[in-house]
C-alpha cells in the first residue's frame, strides 16, 4: 500500500499564493502589453545566449536583458526584507544535468516552456497550450509518482 504524504496545513500560504501569482500574471500581461510577445523565459534567455554563442552582431533586445536582469536580482531583492526559502535537493549532479537537457529538449520540441505556455499560452486560449500544459502536469505528476513509490 502507498503511503501518501499528509499536507502540512500550517505552511499553507494562500495569501502569498495569490500575491505571487497576480504578480507573474501582471507582469506577463503588462509584458505582452508593452512588447507585443509572450514573456516564456525559454525564447527570453535563448535570445541572448544565440547571440553570445554564435558571436554574432545581433544585438539582444533591451528588454530581453532588463527580463533577465529582474530574474536574477528577485533574490537579491527578496534578502532586504526576508531570509531566502531553505532549498533542499534529493539528487546528484549528473541527474540535475540530465534532468535540466532533459527540459531544454522538451521546451524546444514543445515550442515553448511552461511558462509560456501555462501562463501566457492558456489566457491567450492558444490551442497549442491547451494541449501541453495538461501534458506536463500529467509527465511533473508521473514523475514524482515514480521517483518518491517506485524508486
Do not use: K
Amino acid at each position: 500500500m502507498i503511503d501518501l504524504p499528509r499536507i502540512a496545513w500550517d505552511l499553507f500560504t494562500p495569501w502569498n499564493a495569490l500575491a505571487g501569482g497576480a504578480l507573474i500574471g501582471a507582469s506577463a500581461a503588462l509584458y505582452l502589453l508593452g512588447n507585443g510577445r509572450i514573456a516564456g523565459i525559454t525564447g527570453i534567455v535563448a535570445s541572448p545566449l544565440q547571440a553570445l554563442l554564435s558571436r554574432s552582431s545581433m544585438v539582444p533586445e533591451r528588454t530581453r536583458l532588463a527580463f533577465l536582469a529582474g530574474l536574477l536580482l528577485a533574490p537579491v531583492v527578496w534578502r532586504l526584507f526576508a531570509a531566502l526559502p531553505a532549498a533542499t535537493l534529493d539528487a546528484g549532479p549528473m541527474l540535475l544535468v540530465a534532468g535540466g537537457l532533459l527540459v531544454g529538449f522538451g521546451t524546444r520540441l514543445g515550442g515553448g516552456c511552461t511558462s509560456g505556455h501555462g501562463v501566457c499560452g492558456l489566457a491567450r486560449l492558444s490551442r497549442r497550450s491547451l494541449v501541453s500544459v495538461p501534458i506536463f502536469m500529467a509527465a511533473a505528476f508521473a514523475t514524482v509518482f515514480v521517483t518518491r513509490h517506485l524508486a
